[in-house]
Each structure stands twice: as C-alpha cells, then as structure tokens.
C-alpha cells in the first residue's frame, strides 16, 4: 500500500489529488494512482474554517476535479481523528457569544462594503456612459439597473471579479446587460461550432456601443425605435 510505513514519510500538504471510479483512491499529479491510508476519511467541502483546521493538524490529501475550465473541490482526506478533534473544537467555538458577535460584525462589515461597491459601481458605469445633458437620466436609470444586475455577491458577473480594472468590468457589465436587454440574443438559435457564440457577442456589442454613441450626442431621436430607450421604458 502506498504511502510506504516508514517513520520519517511525509506527504507535502499542498499536493492536490484527481478523483478516480474508486472512491478511496486517487491520482497524483505524475499519474499514480494511490490508495488512501488505513484510518483516513474524507471531509468533503463546504466548510472553510473546518477544512483549515484538519489541514493544519496533519498530513491530508486535497481532492479536486477539473470540469471544463473550472477546478471544483472534492474534499480532503485526512486521519479521521483529526477530522473528529477539529470538527468538535469548532463547534464549541461556534457555539460562544464571542464567535456570533464575530459573525454579526463580520455581516455588517460585508454589507457596508458591498453598499459601498454598488454606489462605486454605478459611477463608473455612469462614466463609461458618457451620455450627453439630454440623456443623462437615462443614463441615470440605466447605471442603477446595470448595478443591481451586476454587483450581487454570488453573481458571477464580471462585476465581481478583480482581475480586471473598475472602469473596465463597468464597460463589459453595460455590454452584457445591452446583449439581454435590447437585442434577441436570449432567443437565438446559435450553432453548436467552436467561436460562433462569440463570433454572435461580438457582432451584438458592436451594435449596443452604436445605440450608446446615439445618446452620447445631443441629436433626437424616437425612443420608440431604439431599442435602449424602449428597455428602460418597460424597466
């Protein structure tokens, strides 16, 4: 069985296992598939502070399957007294007043700094607006439509990424809400080929960044034919 028995083996708790059709085997990053050690079980994810605490008690094997391009947990497999110390510790922990005052001003913390994001937000999609004097309550309307859509904690938006600059994931926020709000994308019938659904994005954001020039310019014209006036209108 692997790991060896020896007294000085150590496993490195950064390794990172595959997931194989055996539930208590696995494969290493150089192809082999190992056997989880007698004693061991597995703590499946979900619960952060839990999973730190078995981690730092000891050897564990991370388990995670990579599905398209995301890379999704599986669990961690540990002693299983470790598990059962560590899970017992926290749950006292928890149980305090202390900890749930903890949690109360962790809550409002997060709510403070979400209110903060959306107003932060919201102005640089007003910026990346740029509507002229007589638009600018369209422009108004639309940055706190695009805002709500956009910033909610768990959207997976590009709102909620930082790997991009502010004023860019406001850009690309307008664009989505556009691609959705004032085209027929959500009906088309797209084909199943490699780059034909960002062939078909980028066809459609050239015409939302058209309609938004149209208010960037103090030059009428009849709400009813354009498809962003016609969106805030029924919004």
Known sequence: MWPPPTSDFTMPESLTFAPTSDPRRVRAPDGRVLTVPDGWALLPPGDAGLTRRVKAAGPSWTVAEKVGRKL??????????HILHARAALEAERATP????????????RAREQEAYEVDFANA??????????????????????????TPV????????????LERRAE????????????????????????????????????????????????????????????????
Not at 98 to 109: C, S, T, V, W
Not at 125 to 144: I, Y
Not at 213 to 232: I, N, Q
């Open 98 to 109: 202390a900890y749930e005052k903890k949690l109360a001003a962790g809550r409002e913390r």
């Open 154 to 165: 768990g959207s997976g938006t590009v709102a909620r990424t930082e790997r991009i600059p």
């Open 172 to 235: 690309a926020a307008v664009i989505a809400w556009m691609r959705h709000q004032t085209t027929s994308y959500d009906d088309m019938r797209i084909a199943r080929v490699k780059g034909a659904r960002r062939e078909v994005r980028r066809e459609l954001a050239d015409i939302s960044r058209a309609v938004l020039d149209l208010h960037r310019r103090d030059v009428p014209h009849g709400p009813s034919a354009c498809p962003l006036c016609t969106a805030l209108s029924r919004t």
């Open 72 to 81: 999704f947990s599986r669990g961690v497999w540990a002693p299983e007294a």
């Open 125 to 150: 999609v007003l910026r990346f607006l740029a509507f002229s004097p007589a638009w600018l309550p369209h422009a108004k309307r639309m940055a706190v439509l695009v805002a709500a859509h956009a």
